[in-house]
C-alpha cells in the first residue's frame, strides 16, 4: 500500500464518481453511518472530496443506532463527526419495536428495518441519493453468493435508480478492503466494534475466503473479476431460461 493511502483511495473514488456517473451537480448526498471501519472511510472521503471536486455536491451523515451497538458507539461517531465538521444526525432505532409479539430479533428484521429508518429519512430530508460503504470485495463476495446460492449472476451495482429522484451508490467499488484498512491505520480512528448477536455472515466469510483463494490475494485478479461484471460475452454463455 503506498504511504499516501488518502491520495490513492481518493483518486479510486473520483474514478467512480465519474465513471459511473454517481453524484451529479448540486446533489444532496446521504451517507449511511454505520460506524464500521468502510462507512467511515467513506464519509470522511466524500466530505473532503465536497469541497474541491469538479461537481458541486453537499454530504450528511446518518447513523441508526439500535440494541445491536455497544451504547458508546454514537457517542463516539457524533464526536467524531463534529471534529471532521460533517454535518450528521444520529437516529436511535430500537430492534424490540419491530417484532410481534413472540417473535425472536433477527439479522433480516434488524436490516429491514435499518433500511426503512434510512430510506425515510432520506425522503423527507430530500436527498437526491444514499451514499453505501460497500467496496469491492464486498461485491465479489456477493457475487459468488448469488452464484452459489441463488443460482443467479447478480452482484451490488455501484449505481442503483431505487426510486423516482433517489439514488443509491457505491463509491468505493473500486477500493479494495485493505486499502481501507490502511487508511483507518494511518488516520488512527478508534471507534467501538458492533457485535451483533444475530448477525449471519457464515456465508459472507465461505464466499470471501474463497475470492481470496481464487486470487491469491492479489489485487489485480481481484480487478479482473469486477470487470467480468461489465465485460459479459453473452454468446459464450447459456441461453436464458424460457419461461
Known sequence: MPKDSKGLLSKRLSRAIMEYN??????????????GKDSLALTWLLHRMSHSFPVSFTVHAVHISSEVHPPELAPALDKMMEDWNVPHTILDRKLQSALRPGQEPNCFICARKRREALLKFASEGGFHSIALGHHMDDILQTLIMNMSWQGELAAMPPRLEYEKDLLLIRPLCLVQEHHIEALVKDMEWHIPAKHCPYEGESRRKEAAALVEQITSGRDSLKYNMYNSLRNIKRDLLPPALLD
Open 22 to 35: 454517481l453524484i451529479r451537480e448540486g446533489d444532496r448526498v446521504l451517507i449511511a453511518l454505520s460506524g
